[in-house]
Structure formats: C-alpha cells, structure tokens
C-alpha cells in the first residue's frame, strides 16, 4: 500500500521551545516513520505579519531547521523545505483565492482571534489587518495541497484552517473535475504544554517559553523563579504538588524520581528550592542530546544548507506534479512544453 503523506508547517518567528516540542513536533519524529512526511518552514507566512522584519525571517529559517534536525527529523526520511522555493505554492493561492468569500475569511475563528490580537496592539482602525495577512488561510491550503497532503498533523487551534483548506478543495473538485486530495487533520494527543509560571500556555509573547537551545544558565534562572504551592512557606511545610509548576515540570521531562517527589512534597521532607535544583539537572538531561545535535549543526551550516536545498528540491517536484494537475482541470494547459 502506497504511505499517505503527510504535510504541516511552522512560521520560522523564533527557536522552538517546549511547547513546540511536546505539543507537535516530536509527533512529527514518530509521524516520519509510517508516512511520506513533508516538513514546511513556513517563511512566506511568516512575512504576512513580519513583512517589515526579513532578517528575523531569515534567520529563523536556518534557526528552525537546527531545531528540527536536532530533535530527530531525518532528512533520509522526511522532506524538510523552506516554503518560498516552491513558486506553485504562491501559484495555487492565486487560484484559490476565487473559491473563498472575504466574509469566510473574517469569519475563521483563527484569523478572527489574531485579528482581534492585532486591534488590541496596534488600535481599532483595522489598518494593520493587510490582504496578505486575510488571505493567509488560503495559502496554507495551497501549501497542504501543493504536496496531495492527506494528514494534518496541528494544534488545536489550527483546525479551523484545515476546515478551510478541505472546504476550498470540495469548492475545486466540483467546479473543475476531481485533482485535489481531500486533507483531514491529525490532532496531537500530548495537551498543551503549561509555563512555568502557571500559564495554561507556553508561548514566545507570553515570555514563559523554554527553548530547546537555552543553556544551563537560562533554565536555571527560569526553573528558580517558577510558580510553586502558594501556601508553603518555610521549607519543611507539606504542600500540594498538585497546584506546582516545578512538580508539573518532573512529570513533563519524566524524571525517573518524580514519585519520591511527589511524595516528599507532599510529607514535607522536601524544600522548594532542592526541588528547583533537580528539576534543573532533569531538565539539561532531557535536552542534553538534542543540544549536542545542535551543536554539531550549527558547526555544519553548510551540511543544514544542503538539507534544506535536496528538501525543497524533492518538495518543489512534488508541487510541480501537483500544478499540472490542477492547470490541467482549470483548462490552462495551454501548451506542453515548458516556457
Ligand atoms: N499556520 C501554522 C502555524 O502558525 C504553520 C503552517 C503553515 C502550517 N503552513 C501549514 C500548518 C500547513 C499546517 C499545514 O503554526
């Protein structure tokens, strides 16, 4: 049987952190193995909101690529490629556009939030909201459809753009004829990530993210300052393990001790500030292999080049094939030659 493929994407906006990591891609380290997977780096996204910050862009690009090859993505099995060398992808969207209103877009619920979030920084007079920016859920069907992506490995709060995507193809196939693969989503099962500080998410603007590059030093300062049991106060008081973060965070990269943890927490034998510490060491154990590999790449940025470009080169012949179909059923194949 032939594997399905898979395709999903990350903005290239900053390093990956713990969110990331447990919230989506080390799924993607498994996904590699059972499916045709293509791993976006979505910098044309990227620049609908940092169009007036291309160096951030641009290096991010090889910042993510590091990340992802460090955690495991293998580029003898999946494709990992930069989505602004695969011109059919700005192609489609172009095509697409026609099969979308303006008021289905105001309409999803993701663009609606990030619209709503941009009001809140920049003023309520909707000049900060550009065509590009609207439009984003259009291209990123053209990047699932660009490869026949049939799983959507997301986020939660992704869906309402793979909604988007399996709408336009139905809208497609019945104007022009069967040639697009109907994509479904594929729902992490790992919950969202908590912060540090008790925040229900881990993100880069809400300035709680562990990255997976930070050194010993950076995760010292940001385990010591976590939110622990409010109501314990000197160091032998029992307390709730159940309402700290530095317990969570035991669990979260699986000390093999986190039982005796819990425990001592809880019988009070066990000060926050000891508790703090082992956490730390834990959390250098889990990242110590990752950032060994990501050590070796960022002494090898020719090697992660080279990756990135046999990528998008696989990619880009995928996304070719993908093209002359679609040209083919909008009746604008014209000639067969190439011009
Ligand atoms: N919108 C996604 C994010 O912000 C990134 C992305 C771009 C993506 N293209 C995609 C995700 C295609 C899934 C499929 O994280």
Redesign the pocket.
Known sequence: MEKKNI?????PTGRLHLGHYFGATSNWVKLQEEYNSYF?I?DV?ALTDNFNNPEKVRINVREIAIDLLSIGIDPNKATIFV?STIPEIAELTVYYSNLVTMSRLYRNPTVKTEIKQKKALFGNSGESVTYGFVGYPVS?AA??TAFD?AL?P?GED?LP?VEQTREIVHKFNSIYGETLTVPEHYLSKTPRIKGLDGNEKMGKSLGNAIYLADSEEEISKKIMSAVTDPNKIRKDDPANPDICMVYYYHNVVKNPNVETVCMECKNGSRGCVACKKELISSMMEFLKPIQEKRHYYEEHPKEVDKILLNGSRVARKQAKEVMKRVKKSMKIDYFEEEI
Do not use: C, P, S
Request: no cysteine.
């Open positions: 395709l999903t994407g990350i903005r976006e979505a996204q989505q990123q990047d699932i992506g959507i997301v992704q753009l």
